[in-house]
């Protein structure tokens, strides 16, 4: 009995002239998309210098722009491995507008929105605001700097594994990727619509988890990362219905939705390294004359 024929692709079936030019301007369109992502992020700088206590709303929009730049930053790498258009001047392009729009803007605005205007009238003097702000650029360097770590350590290992490993065959992060370290800030910045912090003691809460979000983007600890997910695989229809209901609730709860999606997970990693912490079994002695087993 003669094998079955392989499908090939349409693309194979073009002139070779044909499938070279297409295949430039394939390599343009994950571009584009990292573009979209650097405009994003320089639109959220903008808004963010713009914004005060009275004009507040520009806060706000500098938080949208950064959930804009997260689904552009999605869909980039996604479209890439898809059209099979992934190359290095992508990868570095990739790279360097995280760091602008998911570690300079983000950082910016959590200083600026999180330590510019607090105002200590329980104190009586300027002192203790002076340091508040003082700890609040700390805080928003140590974001900066810890987003460009986590990028740079991506970077440079191949197969990185967690501290708590997870379920075999299942992908995970290494850390906390930047977008969704940037994501946390953006969420709670959208979550009041972009007023910004004027008591000390909310300011002391904001910058507590400016440092946490730093911590987990340069951590072992693991996170999911979704890539294992293929929309061109056929799915139970229930899954249909979860996606519609997400985007329903997202469009009308827009500032409690985002932010419950944003804190779950950031949560995510530390739960799964507090539970891998307390079911670790303490190693066991081996006899010295008894040979180790070979690792595998």
């Not at 079955?4 to 070279?20: A, F, G």
């Not at 898809?82 to 605005?109: K, Y």
């Not at 997400?246 to 009308?252: D, F, G, M, P, R």
Request: aromatic content about 14%; charged content about 15%.
């Amino acid at each position: 009995m003669k094998p079955p024929t392989p499908m090939r692709r349409w693309e194979d079936q073009l002139p070779p002239v044909q499938k070279r030019r297409m295949r430039k301007g394939m390599y343009i369109l994950p571009s584009l998309f990292t573009a979209a992502n650097i405009g994003a992020g320089y639109f959220a700088l903008a808004q963010t210098f713009q914004g005060t206590q009275t004009e507040f709303w520009h806060f706000d929009l500098a938080a949208k722009a950064l959930g804009v730049a997260v689904v552009a930053d999605g869909l980039d790498g996604r479209i890439a491995r898809m059209t099979n258009t992934t190359s290095d001047f992508g990868r570095e392009f990739d790279s360097l507008a995280d760091v602008i729009t998911f570690g300079v803007a983000p950082a910016l605005l959590a200083f600026i929105w999180g330590f510019r205007w607090v105002w200590v009238a329980d104190f009586g003097g300027s002192g203790l605001e002076r340091r508040i702000i003082e700890l609040g650029l700390i805080a928003s360097f140590i974001f900066l700097v810890a987003g460009a770590s986590r990028l740079a350590r991506f970077n440079i290992q191949l197969n990185p594994q967690p501290s708590n490993p997870g379920r075999p065959g299942r992908k995970y992060f290494v850390g906390m990727p930047i977008p969704a370290g940037a994501g946390v800030i953006a969420a709670t910045v959208h979550l009041v619509g972009g007023q910004p912090i004027n008591f000390w003691w909310l300011s002391l809460i904001w910058m507590a988890l400016v440092f946490l979000v730093g911590f987990l983007m340069v951590s072992t600890w693991r996170f999911y990362s979704f890539k294992d997910l293929n929309l061109r695989n056929r799915h139970p229809f229930q899954v249909l219905i979860l996606i519609c209901a997400l985007v329903a609730l997202i469009w009308e709860f827009s500032r409690y939705v985002l932010f419950a999606i944003a804190i779950l997970y950031m949560m995510s990693g530390v739960f799964t390294r507090l539970s891998f912490v307390f079911r670790r079994r303490p190693p066991q002695r081996t006899p010295a004359y008894e040979e180790a087993p070979e690792p595998r």
